[in-house]
């Protein structure tokens, strides 16, 4: 089970770190993920995370205001979102997959339930 917290209403600007702890699983088996889904539109990956933490993947749109992380000792991604954007405002997801790349394309082994963040401008 995959349990997402941390979503809230913020000023452009501002940042959130959202958290998804992982329960009745070997937390490190998996590849973590992050996706988000805004009114109308697709889901879209976020970013990604590997086993062991070393290496990370992002969206373009995020790419140098957003940190992805994991604790294995508390099983739990973490997602940093700094200087937001009214463009983030969506239902945020955690999910795990077999590796990064496909993660980053959408190979989902199993979701978490969102947690919705809103940036005001």
């Known amino acids: 089970q995959l349990q997402a917290s941390g979503g809230g209403l913020v000023q452009a600007g501002g940042s959130l770190r959202l958290s998804c702890a992982a329960s009745?699983?070997?937390?490190?088996?998996?590849?973590m993920g992050w996706f988000r889904q805004a009114p109308g539109k697709e889901r879209e990956f976020v970013a990604a995370?590997?086993?062991?933490?070393?290496?990370?993947y992002y969206a373009d749109s995020v790419k140098g205001r957003f940190t992805i992380s994991r604790d294995s000792a508390k099983n739990t991604v973490y997602l940093q979102m700094n200087s937001l954007e009214p463009e983030d405002t969506a239902a945020y997801s955690c999910?795990?997959?077999?590796?990064?790349?496909?993660?980053?394309?959408?190979?989902?082994?199993?979701w978490g339930q969102g947690t919705q963040v809103t940036v005001s401008s």
């Open positions: 999910a795990t997959g077999p590796s990064l790349t496909s993660v980053a394309y959408g190979t989902i082994d199993d």
């Open positions: 995370i590997s086993r062991s933490g070393s290496s990370t």
């Open positions: 009745g699983r070997t937390f490190s088996s998996y590849v």
